[in-house]
């Protein structure tokens, strides 16, 4: 079982819908990020968190640290908000360990 | 403000054959470098990191090899590349703890043929 698993694996929405992606991870972590990785390969970091919920534009990020479980929301989603949606976390020792990414598309 | 170049974007490259690719930050001294590589369906992987000129890291065994000759250069390389080395390869940095590399460059893609 993978340190760090993303659900769904794909996903499409329709412009305008809310979006949810959901990361689990099985070790202790000092700290989680979210990234967002365009269709060309570039990478952006959106969050980093370690505790309750961040909230940038129509990104909103929380997590759980007792469930071991984080969310990434995206409100009122547009076609460039498709990229995939990668979350990595910190472990408490060592580096980061990312999941296999959530591939969005949104439709016009 | 702080950038972050990679260079080439795509690569082409026949097995048996040497790799350089190269990373360059500004705007900011002494950042932690990292080198990832992305295979197909697979999540990021951890190659190298750096804390400082001449300190590298290794996280797997491999058949790449990494260097940092100047504080704001890291690069990658392989004498002799495998299939296996194909995919894509992400260099970034950061400036605070070691480990979360907060900006990232745009990418290589290498293909092995």
């Known amino acids: 079982k993978n340190e760090v698993e993303q659900s769904p694996q794909n996903l499409t929405a329709q412009e305008g819908e809310f979006i949810t992606i959901n990361c689990s991870y099985s070790v202790g972590i000092s700290a989680l990020h979210w990234l967002q990785q365009h269709p060309g390969g570039g990478i952006v970091s959106l969050f980093m968190?370690?505790?309750g919920k961040k909230k940038h534009g129509r990104l909103i990020a929380t997590i759980n640290i007792q469930e071991k479980h984080s969310s990434l929301h995206i409100t009122a989603s547009h076609p460039r908000d498709s990229a995939v949606y990668i979350c990595a976390v910190k472990r408490s020792q060592g580096n980061l360990i990312f999941g296999k990414g959530t591939k969005l598309s949104v439709k016009p | 403000s702080q950038t972050i170049h990679q260079w080439p974007a795509t690569l082409v490259q026949p097995v048996g054959s040497p790799l350089s690719l190269e990373c360059t930050v500004e705007g900011t001294s002494n950042p932690n470098l990292y080198w990832y590589r992305q295979a197909a369906g697979r999540g990021l992987q951890l190659l190298f990191y750096?804390?400082?000129?001449?300190?590298i890291s290794s996280e797997v065994p491999q058949n790449l090899s990494a260097s940092r000759p100047q504080d704001r250069q890291f690069i990658l390389s392989s004498k002799k590349l495998l299939l296996s080395d194909s995919g894509f390869y992400l260099c970034a940095w950061s400036g605070g703890p070691l480990g979360q590399p907060q900006h990232f460059g745009d990418g290589t893609r290498l293909s092995i043929l």
């Open positions: 750096s804390v400082g000129i001449g300190q």
């Open positions: 968190l370690s505790s």
